[in-house]
């Protein structure tokens, strides 16, 4: 049972698509999966790894080329996801992801001429670490709730406020922050801000223990009345709002991306334990059941993996595809959830064990249904654009 790319299925995919996914994947062979059981002990992902990731263009694929960039696509963007979901190490994954899509993406769509000198080349090679600072305890979906704000005062702003549930929060360089500008009774008034690690004021308050993607590290952060210069606004001011909105779409295709790559990787684990797993005088591949439960999710994620690929290439075409990557996310964010418990249930006790991958797995693809937008959330977008 195989789920993995072939690019017969996929002609819109070119040589350099391919050539980079085969790129990626002997990066994650031979760099990530002998070593990164020791990332999920230790927290975070190795600062040399990103560096060697930057140094092979793998950060900066969407950006131009006078910034380090290789000025690839959307579909560049979702090979990217779904070999690092492949790894079988969330963690590690949404690290990179966070850095490439999630957060980069608001300096290089909203930043000045001047931003962009200063910390784009560092960001694509790897030597900063970005992180995006939007979600707060009681404001994750809803990004009107925030409570975080920015004031000004003189010719800068000053920063109040704090950030829960932040990938690379401990270990960032360069942190694009959401805080609310306008009046209180005027959600949408929101003003991106970007803030360097070491800025006065601005703290890492503790770091997170969480039930998957381990090898990531995942941050609270507090602004006690941080000091940021006028040019630290990243944006127009009160205009943060849709920048959020506009980049989370590319988010969505990103996890969606990344959840199929779990997902197949998961089933190819699954295939190979139980046609080797005796059980009641043959393998439990022999069993009907199994099998063709493995070939009902296999199907379900092949044809999953085409949808999140259709609509990467209509993106990169320029279509509008909000409703799609809204579906994708609702639809990926639970499928892989499914897989898991499925690949699990048939590992039977080793599946129970942390030295399996699949158990990994099954914690790392739980957040993949509340990250980056709630189902919840995400059918109600759907609806919105079905009346």
């Not at 049972?1 to 002609?11: I, R, V, W």
């Not at 090898?215 to 943060?240: I, K, M, Y």
Request: hydrophobic share 40%.
């Amino acid at each position: 049972m195989s789920t993995s790319s072939a690019s017969s299925a996929f002609p819109f995919l070119t040589e350099e698509h391919e050539i980079f996914r085969s790129s990626v994947k002997r990066f994650v062979r031979e760099r990530v999966e002998p070593v990164a059981h020791e990332w999920e002990e230790q927290g975070f992902v190795p600062r040399d790894i990103l560096n060697q990731m930057g140094e092979l263009g793998f950060l900066g694929i969407r950006y131009p080329e006078q910034y380090g960039g290789a000025n690839m696509d959307t579909l560049a963007t979702v090979v990217l996801a779904e070999e690092l979901g492949r790894s079988t190490f969330g963690g590690f994954a949404i690290t990179v992801l966070v850095h490439t899509d999630m957060a980069s993406p608001h300096l290089f769509h909203a930043g000045t001429s001047a931003q962009q000198e200063r910390y784009m080349p560092d960001i694509i090679a790897g030597r900063k670490i970005a992180a995006v600072a939007m979600t707060e305890a009681d404001a994750g979906s809803d990004l009107q709730s925030m409570r975080t704000t920015a004031r000004r005062d003189g010719d800068g702003w000053v920063l109040n406020g704090s950030k829960m549930f932040i990938t690379n929060g401990v270990y960032g360089d360069v942190y694009f922050v959401a805080a609310k500008t306008g009046d209180a009774g005027r959600g949408r008034e929101i003003s991106m801000f970007i803030v360097d690690k070491g800025t006065p004021g601005f703290s890492v308050a503790r770091p997170l223990k969480k039930q998957g993607w381990l090898s990531s590290d995942t941050a609270e952060l507090v602004f006690e009345n941080c000091r940021l210069p006028a040019n630290a606004l990243l944006g127009q001011e009160h205009r943060g709002f849709y920048a959020l909105v506009k980049n989370l779409q590319n988010e969505r295709i990103v996890l969606g991306a990344q959840s199929m790559g779990e997902a197949a990787r998961a089933l190819e684990l699954t295939r190979d334990w139980v046609g080797q797993r005796k059980a009641f005088g043959g393998t439990l591949w022999g069993m009907q059941t199994v099998r063709h439960r493995l070939a009902w999710r296999a199907s379900q994620v092949e044809a999953a993996r085409s949808f999140v690929y259709t609509t990467a290439w209509r993106d990169a075409m320029g279509q509008q595809v909000t409703k799609e990557v809204s579906m994708i996310k609702a639809l990926a964010g639970t499928l892989v959830n499914e897989v898991m418990y499925d690949c699990l249930q048939f590992h039977g006790g080793m599946g129970f064990i942390r030295e399996t991958a699949i158990e990994r797995m099954a914690r790392d693809a739980r957040v993949q249904a509340i990250g980056g937008g709630a189902t919840e959330v995400m059918l109600e977008e759907v609806a919105k654009r079905m009346e």
